[in-house]
């Protein structure tokens, strides 16, 4: 049975911090004195009210969280806290009706970086500054970050919750309690934004682009400040900058902490999911570089550059861009498709099937091979010289198939709405794997976010949230035996 008395309880905890979040941004509003303020000290008091309404609810509830309570939760979680964090679009008049509002606010939350705002340079600091932290919030996890800064919330059921949100097959924990464990992967996380906040200014950015571009870079969502995103500044010096960033938020967090903090750099060449992350984006940019000073007349440290910069950009689902993809050869798009479809490592913050994923189903397709030659072999998949479960590979095998599936079933629903093939694969695979490119790029007839019917931005944000917590967790609830009592 369901304990829907500690789900409240939780959940009614979790909305005081999305109270705090949207206080801070109208803090942010009274100091540029904009016309935002009121939309977010409403926005505040209201989601402080339902937190408090839920946490009465849950006043008797015992501290027993089963896996099922802990899917429900996450699921829950995202869910109520895109309808809240929708409000300042809606009671400003940003965004005039509910179905833009919950897929911005879900496109921040799940750092697909999607957008339906044609022009958000006219928005006030404060709404600005509310979409590059939902994104960064987001982008570890909402739950996960409650559990490194109020560990006693969710209490015996943190396992449950990390399992149900974290991203990736392998779950990796650096210390027994993983309330210190999400403690030193929040550190990671802070250190790499700040050290990127840093960079930008440094390179030229004024401060309060600086803030939202490294929110942004670090989540790898994708939500700036200007239309042109990276390409509004048109200075070498900040493409670098987010490509180094970009690319470090993509490593798995873990790793980072033992390369960063305890200096052990060569654990980096000994992951085996690196070493396909790395090898991707060497020889993709090597690729498209190639194709654009023979085929575009690009020179060569511009070719370098934004090939590089869109390769990473693709593979760490940031959706960034610092020049017109659509102009370039269409054998390109085929392979940020497939840069966008394998993603960057598991345990970042980066969205995709994973590099963990992809090195997986490599190893059982060549163990398979050669048990056709040698039929009575016991070949074991390993990863880093760790045996990987049978159970593991059965899942990854679930996994790869509901996940093709979905891309389908999706791209079918946007051909239904007359949407053009190619135009439907990239929305289809850009929800899934959380990327949200720009529509408007010269494949296919021109169409933008906003543009889609009503009934295809709700299944997108639906394909946003399960592509965020990685389809199973939330498809689960779908099933008639997850609600069944015993």
């Known amino acids: 049975m369901l304990n829907t008395a500690l789900i409240y309880k939780i959940l009614g ?14 803090g942010i509003a009274l100091g540029y004195q904009e016309d935002d303020v009121m939309s977010f000290l409403i926005s505040t008091i209201f989601t402080c009210c339902c937190g408090l309404v839920l946490k009465y609810m849950g006043r008797n509830a015992d501290n027993n969280l089963s896996r099922r309570d802990s899917y429900l939760l996450v699921t829950l979680t995202w869910s109520v806290f895109s309808l809240l964090g929708m409000m300042p679009y809606l009671i400003g008049g940003y965004i005039t009706n509910i179905t833009d ?60 919750v990390f399992a149900a949100e974290a991203t990736g097959p392998m779950r990796e924990k650096m210390h027994p309690r993983l309330s210190t464990t999400a403690k030193w992967i929040w550190s990671v996380y802070l250190a790499l934004t700040i050290a990127c906040l840093l960079s930008y200014y440094a390179a030229g950015m004024d401060w309060f682009d600086s803030i939202n571009y490294s929110m942004s870079t670090t989540a790898t ?36 902490y ?38 575009n007349g690009y020179g060569m440290e511009h070719a370098f550059r934004s090939a590089l910069f869109q390769v990473v950009s693709f593979c760490t689902t940031t959706g960034l861009f610092n020049d017109d993809a659509s ?27 994973k590099c963990v994923r992809a090195v997986m189903v490599f190893k059982v397709l060549r163990n398979e091979f050669r048990k056709i030659l040698h039929p009575n072999a016991v070949l074991p998949v390993k990863i880093d010289q760790q045996p990987v479960p049978q159970q593991k590979l059965t899942a990854l095998l679930a996994f790869f198939a509901i996940n093709i599936v979905i891309i389908l079933l999706a791209t079918t629903v946007m051909l239904v709405a007359d949407i053009d093939i190619t135009k439907s694969i990239i929305i289809a695979l850009s929800c899934v794997s959380n990327v949200g490119p720009d529509l408007s790029m010269e494949i296919g007839p021109a169409l933008t976010w906003g543009e889609l019917p009503v009934y295809i931005k709700w299944t997108c944000t639906f394909l946003m949230l399960v592509g965020r917590l990685e389809i199973m967790s939330v498809l689960v609830l779908f099933t008639r035996t997850f609600w069944k009592d015993s």
């Open 221 to 256: 969502g994708g939500f700036c400040t200007h239309n042109d995103t990276t390409a509004y500044f048109d200075s070498p010096t900040i493409d670098y900058v987010s490509i180094v960033f970009q690319f470090l938020a993509g490593i798995n967090f873990t790793l980072l």
């Open 101 to 160: 509002a919950y897929f911005e606010t879900m496109s921040g939350f799940s750092t697909t970086g999607a957008t339906l705002i044609a022009d958000v340079e006219r928005l006030p600091h404060g709404i600005l500054f509310w979409r590059s932290q939902t994104q960064w919030i987001g982008a570890l996890g909402i739950v996960f970050f409650t559990i490194a800064i109020l560990p006693s919330m969710v209490g015996g059921g943190s396992v449950k």
């Open 13 to 26: 905890s979790l909305l005081f911090l999305l109270g705090t979040l949207q206080a801070i941004c109208a």
């Open 258 to 295: 033992f390369v960063l903090f305890k200096g052990r750099l060569r654990l980096l060449f000994k992951s085996s999911e690196f070493k396909l992350y790395i090898g991707l984006v060497i020889g993709a940019t090597l690729w498209i570089g190639y194709l654009l000073m023979t085929r």
């Open 327 to 353: 102009r370039w050869p269409h054998i390109t798009w085929v392979i940020l498709g497939s840069l966008m479809f394998i993603g960057a490592c598991s345990g970042s913050t980066t969205g995709g099937f």
